[in-house]
């Protein structure tokens, strides 16, 4: 496969190609793509050297796979022009998310939706990923009504530019800032730009992105998304009420049957997700897992994943390894 990295140089291209390389992904050309800034400048791939390119160059060489990971704007104006030339996007933007007539994928709940004919595909929002990963198998066995989930999001997920002004923070140094507060020993509870409702688009993207990917639209999440100063993932609180009761036991083992979820979940031992243990790993990690004695049918827990992994870079490729595997690239 010839496979284009669009936001090569950035926080999700990096990992990108750390899990294109770590998978075997069957790459026989490389073409890291990022911005203006960036041509010329060398990224190294499996040992070897490679250039960085333009956009306009990367679609002259008509790769079959382009990974985008360069910003909403970037995949409106460019994902078009290389599904043009026959590549099949997949985009992490916020970008086509929403657009009706193209996929929001999440490989282990929906990537049987995809056919030949999906030339730009979505990925979905980094904190809907994990959370939809948590909640698809509980939704099928007990049928979710309303889930409230709050979410204290890593600053790797906001791009370079906020991993930086944390260091600089940490390190006592005046620098750029990517928020419009300091964020080390603070909460933030704005991710992204604010909306007319009163809700920022991260609030939004949860709330919407994981009736898209599941195909349904009789249960409803309603979301507050708060930046902390963490970098090894995001964590979500979540609470669940489902038209029909569960047994905690049951629940436990079908999280722990689930490919990609791995349930950390033991008070005697302190046993719980945390970023620190998340980082660098492709699965999606629950615990806390208990009754909302509050209600009846609800449950509350907790979950992290790397942000960068599977709310990115891992998801992506895996879009990409699934295209594959079943002749539809
Ligand atoms: N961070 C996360 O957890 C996360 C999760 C899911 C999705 N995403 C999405 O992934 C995208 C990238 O996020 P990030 O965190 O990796 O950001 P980042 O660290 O700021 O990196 C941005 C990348 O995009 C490139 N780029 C920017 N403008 C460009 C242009 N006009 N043409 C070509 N390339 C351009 C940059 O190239 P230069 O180095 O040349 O500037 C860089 O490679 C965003 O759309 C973001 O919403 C991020």
């Known amino acids: 496969m010839k496979v284009a990295v669009v936001g090569a140089t950035g926080m999700v291209g990096e ?4 899990v294109l390389a770590e998978r075997n992904f069957p790459v026989t050309e490389l073409i890291p793509v990022a911005s203006e800034r960036s041509i010329g400048k060398t990224i190294t791939y499996k040992g070897n050297d490679f250039k960085v390119v333009g956009l306009e160059t990367a679609v002259s060489m008509q790769p079959d796979i382009a990974l ?3 910003g909403g704007e970037t995949s409106l104006e460019w994902a078009p022009r290389f599904a043009e030339v026959g590549t099949t996007v997949v985009d992490n933007s916020s970008a086509w998310r929403m657009d009706p007539t193209k996929k929001l994928v999440v490989p282990e709940i929906n990537a049987n939706e995809l056919t030949k004919a999906d030339k730009i595909i979505a990925n979905p929002n980094c904190s809907t990923i994990q959370l939809v990963m948590a909640l698809n198998p509980l939704h099928k066995t007990y049928k979710m009504k309303r889930v409230v989930v709050s979410t204290y999001q890593s600053v790797s997920g906001t791009g ?6 944390l260091e600089n923070e940490i390190a006592g140094v005046d620098g750029e800032m990517a928020y419009p507060y300091p964020i080390g020993r603070n909460a933030l509870p704005h991710c992204d730009v604010f909306e007319d409702n009163g809700y920022t688009k991260e609030e939004m993207k949860l709330a919407r992105e994981p009736q898209k990917i599941m195909s349904d639209r009789t249960f409803s999440v309603s979301a507050t998304a708060v930046r902390i100063p963490t970098a090894g993932g995001h964590s979500e609180s979540v609470n669940v009420e489902f038209e029909n009761d569960f047994d905690l036991a049951d629940v436990r083992k079908l999280l722990h049957e689930t490919p990609g979820v791995v349930v950390q979940d033991n008070t005697d031992t302190n046993t719980y997700p945390m970023p620190i243990f998340a980082h660098e790993k492709d699965e999606v990690f629950v615990g806390r897992i ?7 049918n609800t449950l509350n827990m907790w979950i992290v994943a790397d942000n960068l992994r599977k709310g990115a870079a891992t998801n992506t490729v895996q879009i990409a390894e699934y295209l594959i595997e079943n002749s539809l690239v």
């Open 160 to 165: 370079v530019k906020a991993v930086r002004q």
């Open 68 to 70: 985008f990971s360069a």
């Open 15 to 18: 990992v990108m190609l750390k």
């Open 290 to 296: 208990r009754r909302d004695e509050t209600q009846p």
